[in-house]
């Protein structure tokens, strides 16, 4: 058995994480602070920090480019950041209560958002492009197929 070294331990978020992805080298996660923070894990050092304009950011994506981050909010809205500026790009309310899953498609160019409203919807560019609003309960995770 090969031993494995934790790398990093250090948390950005002193409220508590909410979501963790990794992409080229970099880890992005969101917390509590409603805040996005990018770190290098190598060094545990914050290399970007975005302070969340709509309250509760659960959930982010990084898209296949690494051009692009989305994150999902409390009462169903959803942004989109442009990742070298820091910017947002838009910001939008696909869902009636909380965003709890986001993720690009492979060609980055859909959303696909699950919510506690109990759907599931695939978006572009604000529109709707399919919505799957027949679940009993709230829906946690919704990802893409590779």
Known sequence: MQKQSVISSSSPHPKGI???????NLVFSCGKDDRVMVTDPRSGTVVKEVGM??????CLTVSSTGSE???GHNQGFL?????????????????QDDCRSVDYSPDSQFLLT?????????????????????????????????
């Not at 989109?80 to 696909?94: A, G, N, R, V, Y």
């Not at 506690?116 to 009993?136: G, M, P």
């Open 18 to 24: 909410d979501c963790i992805k990794w992409k080229d």
């Open 53 to 58: 304009q709509c309250a509760g950011s659960n």
């Open 69 to 71: 981050i989305a994150v």
């Open 79 to 95: 942004s989109t950041w442009d990742f070298s500026s820091l910017k947002m790009i838009d910001t939008w309310q696909p869902h």
């Open 114 to 146: 699950s919510s506690f409203d109990c759907s599931a919807k695939v978006t572009s560019q604000q529109q709707t492009v399919y919505s799957l609003d027949c679940h009993s309960d709230k829906v946690v995770m919704a990802r893409f197929h590779p």
